[in-house]
Nanobody, 125 residues
């Protein structure tokens, strides 16, 4: 069984920064690609960023490219999302997720088999 716990969300002013963390427990954390998604009120869940098991490859949604950075520490079973230059449109519940594969980066949420509970990020203007 795999459990993901998201944390680090909060209220921040536009232009500010937050770092989200996703702590994993269970088997095979280091063998799987990981991703971050978000869902704003009234909108569908969307891809934000993903990273392969080794951390050697990453991918970002165009809307966050250059502002967000995904990273992982396999020794700590943790994946991070550093968010800088935050905008009001970044307001959403953010979820980390574990892909069923290791060497690929996928953006569709159906590819991810385990999900965190979500952490709220609110950016005020």
């Amino acid at each position: 069984q795999v459990r993901l716990v998201d944390s680090g969300g909060g209220l921040v002013q536009a232009g500010g920064s937050l770092r989200l963390s996703c702590q994993a427990s269970g088997r095979s954390f280091s063998r799987n690609s990981m991703g971050w998604f978000r869902q704003a009120p009234g909108k569908e869940r969307e891809f934000v960023a993903a990273i392969t098991w080794s951390g050697g490859s990453t991918k970002y949604a165009d809307s966050v490219k250059g502002r967000f950075t995904i990273s992982r520490d396999n020794a700590k079973n943790t994946v991070y999302l550093q968010m800088n230059s935050l905008k009001p449109e970044d307001t959403a519940v953010y979820y980390c997720a574990r892909d069923s594969l290791s060497y690929v980066i996928r953006t569709m949420d159906a590819a991810y088999e385990y999900w965190g509970q979500g952490t709220q990020v609110t950016v005020s203007s």
